[in-house]
């Protein structure tokens, strides 16, 4: 049942009607028909809970929106603001906040965004500062680029670190050398959603250096109940920045390429250095249903988020019992568990542990940089059902 609720956002009173929990439609003979990475990575007796996909049925405007195209065999290059304008609506009425669609970039997806954004602002062998354990492309897309990686690590709660930034920031420009801070907000994969302060602080230090920061936003929509996400480019300071966002994670659309690359009021004369011929990457069919999405489907939105709430008390609960030697901080925001896995004695990778022994697949916590050793990455965005299964194969593992 649709539960409508009025809240407020900076003031304006807006109806929300949320819908029933997405999470809990599918079974898991319906999900093992999906060819996706998930579920053909590994065998089939294995339970995939890792790579940042939702089990989750496509939100009904969504659907249509792309089988309207079909229909039409409206399947050529995209064109015009679409994607920028739903965007603009959305953030404006989620976050009471919103950038002009001519200061928007129409990019493939988000990791082809940081990269293109990396090449306005840097040149080869300069440093792009990032905060470990983070999601592992961000090593992996800045080192084929040519730039050099600068760790700053979180600290022990999984905040950002205001000493080792100032640290990792005075080491990426020495020599007199560009850098870029590529923050990570909701942060992946601890789930960290940084406050208004944090982010000031942040921007205050960066412009200090004259270190610019790409603030990868695709996780910003999936906040969950308790925390709020503030735009890096809302904040004071922000305006010399980059966002990249995208209805891609929140709406469980990675299949249907679009993102968007946003400029702060002082980096708008930088993205639009951008070549034209990055925008023919991203699909129409990707952009038309990346906007129905933030149009149409905010009512799908609110009751995934209900649905991760559920799950990550569920997941609490349900190591407590089964492994209470695990290390669990519940996320703010995205759908991912950053599991302190190190007391259970499994070494360094305890995912390879939990894969050849409990048949279950987690991400393995080495591979998000310093800070990793010993944990795992466990995504909520699955049924109770199998959520519970997963833990207690985990558990039959130690
Ligand atoms: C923080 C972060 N950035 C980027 C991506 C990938 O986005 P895209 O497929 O649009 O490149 C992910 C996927 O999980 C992610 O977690």
Not at 146 to 167: F, K, N, S
Not at 220 to 241: C, D, I, K, N, T
Not at 280 to 301: I, Y
């Amino acid at each position: 049942m649709a539960v409508a609720v009025a809240v407020a956002v900076k003031g304006a009173p807006v109806t929300r009607v949320t819908e029933p929990d997405p999470l809990r439609r599918l079974t898991l003979d319906q999900l093992r028909r999906r060819t996706s990475m998930k579920w053909r990575t590994y065998a089939p007796d294995v339970l995939p809970l890792w790579v940042a996909e939702m089990d989750v049925p496509l939100a009904e405007p969504v659907a249509e929106a792309i089988t309207e195209a079909v229909r039409l065999g409206d399947t050529g290059y995209p064109a015009g603001t679409v994607y920028a304008q739903a965007l603009a609506d959305f953030t404006r009425r989620r976050w009471g906040w919103e950038v002009p669609p001519e200061h928007t970039a129409l990019v493939p997806d988000v990791m082809l965004g940081v990269v293109e954004v990396l090449k306005l602002i840097t040149g080869p062998g300069d440093a792009v500062v990032v905060n470990s354990p983070v999601y592992t492309p961000f090593y992996q897309f800045v080192t084929h680029l040519g730039r050099r990686v600068v760790e700053a690590p979180l600290d022990e709660a999984g905040r950002l670190d205001p000493a080792v930034l100032e640290t990792a920031f005075a080491r990426a420009v020495e020599g007199g050398r560009r850098a870029a801070y590529l923050l990570c907000s909701p942060h992946n994969p601890t789930g960290t959603v940084h406050t208004a302060g944090e982010l000031t602080d942040v921007a205050a230090r960066a412009r200090a250096h004259g270190v610019r920061v790409v603030a990868d936003e695709i996780h910003a929509p999936v906040v969950l109940p308790g925390a709020h996400h503030v735009p890096y480019l809302s904040v004071p300071g922000g305006e010399r920045a980059f966002s990249l966002m995208s209805a891609s994670k929140a709406w469980n659309l990675a299949g249907l390429k679009a993102a968007l690359a946003l400029a702060g009021s002082e980096a708008a004369d930088d993205l639009a250095r951008m070549p034209e011929e990055v925008g023919h990457g991203p699909s129409h069919l990707g952009v038309l249903a990346h906007a129905a999405a933030l149009r149409h489907a905010t009512g799908w939105l609110d009751g995934l988020l209900e649905g991760l709430d559920h799950n990550r008390r569920l997941l609490a609960g349900l190591l407590e019992r089964h492994l209470p030697g695990v290390g669990y901080r519940p996320a703010e925001g995205t759908f991912l568990a950053w599991l302190d896995c190190r007391a259970l004695g499994l070494g360094d990778d305890p995912a390879a542990v939990f894969l050849k022994r409990g048949r279950v697949a987690l991400n393995s916590g080495p591979a998000f940089g310093t800070g990793g050793a010993g944990h795992v990455r466990l995504n909520l965005a699955t049924s109770p059902k199998i959520l519970d299964e997963a833990v207690r194969r985990m558990a039959s593992a130690v």
